[in-house]
């Protein structure tokens, strides 16, 4: 079993930053594939950013280049830098990991964008 915990979100003004944690607890975390995933309110989740067992990363094109997602396996913990925010970004933002058969998701982070 795998349980997943977002930190991080928060409130800032458009065109600042923010970095979301997602701190993973159980075993074998370095084999799955994780990925970061925003609901705004009204709108369906969808996919922001994810990131290979290896290291690979893709990005929706909403958010490529300000987005950067990075994981650190001795930590267990994947993250997500958000740069050049803007009101649009505005969402849940959930963390999740699959490997093989097991998908874990986390129970979500708030970021509020406003001016």
């Known amino acids: 079993q795998v349980q997943l915990v977002e930190s991080g979100g928060g409130l800032v003004q458009p065109g600042g930053s923010l970095r979301l944690s997602c701190a993973a607890s159980g075993s074998m975390f370095s084999m799955y594939a994780m990925g970061w995933y925003r609901q705004a309110p009204g709108k369906q989740r969808e996919l922001v950013a994810s990131i290979t067992s290896r290291g690979t990363t893709t990005y929706a094109d909403s958010v490529k280049g300000r987005f950067i997602m990075s994981r650190d396996n001795a930590k267990k913990t994947v993250y997500l830098q958000m740069n050049s925010l803007k009101p649009e970004d505005t969402a849940v933002y959930y963390c999740?990991?699959?490997?093989?058969?097991?998908?874990?998701w986390g129970k979500g982070t708030l970021v509020t964008v406003f001016s």
């Open positions: 999740r990991g699959s490997y093989s058969v097991m998908d874990y």
